[in-house]
T-cell receptor
């Protein structure tokens, strides 16, 4: 079964703690993305990676970090520096990084910081 | 800067037609995507327009005018399951794979 998996679906953390959200894909896609969605709003790009061992900041990268050590994995760390981390986090991937390819989304992780 | 505008909410009756408009102002433009998102779920791909004109896919059609910075998504023969948010996203960036999303239009289909 090919697809994008994110775990867990719901995550609760105390304020001041770092937390890492996982994203795995077995679609053999080159590019991967992290978005944040707040209630009633569209998606905002946090980080993206066009190829292994390379990534770029999106529009709202402050307080977040990523790594891309393997093609299939793109974990996102929400650090204590992120002022308002409670949100719905979506990971996506696309076949290539060289064109406007369709991005396919994982099921998302809803993070609540108490 | 990048700016994508679409209406916040629309209501329509089952069996009717609804048109969701999207206007965009972006630095660099490589195409326009439409996604559907049911509450609490991930967005799913509906359509992609790179050239001017209408693309039809069953009950859903999407139109693009690059000169006007304008797109619309047309939903025909509305069904209750079409109640969802519809996200307009412009592809920008040198590689064309960076998406800037609008705020989404929530469509409520009534019986």
């Amino acid at each position: 079964d090919g697809g994008i998996t994110q775990s867990p679906k719901y995550l609760f953390r105390k304020e001041g703690q770092n937390v890492t959200l996982s994203c795995e894909q077995n679609l053999n896609h080159d590019a991967m993305y992290w978005y944040r969605q707040d209630p009633g709003q569209g998606l905002r790009l946090i980080y993206y990676s066009q190829i292994v061992n390379d990534f770029q900041k999106g529009d709202i990268a402050e307080g977040y970090s990523v790594s891309r050590e393997k093609k299939e994995s793109f974990p996102l760390t929400v650090t204590s520096a992120q002022k308002n981390p409670t949100a719905f986090y979506l990971c996506a991937s696309s076949p290539t990084s060289g064109a406007a390819d369709t991005q396919y989304f994982g099921p998302g992780t809803r993070l609540t910081v108490l | 800067g990048q700016n994508i505008d679409q209406p916040t909410e629309m209501t329509a009756t089952e069996g009717a037609i609804v048109q969701i408009n999207c206007t965009y102002q972006t630095s660099g433009f490589n195409g326009l995507f439409w996604y559907q998102q049911h509450a609490g779920e991930a967005p799913t791909f509906l359509s992609y327009n790179v050239l001017d004109g209408l693309e039809e896919k069953g009950r859903f059609s999407s139109f693009l005018s690059r000169s006007k910075g304008y797109s619309y998504l047309l939903l025909k023969e509305l069904q209750m399951k079409d109640s969802a948010s519809y996200l307009c996203a412009a592809a920008t960036g040198a590689a064309g794979n960076k998406l800037t999303f609008g705020g989404g239009t929530r469509v409520l289909v009534k019986p």
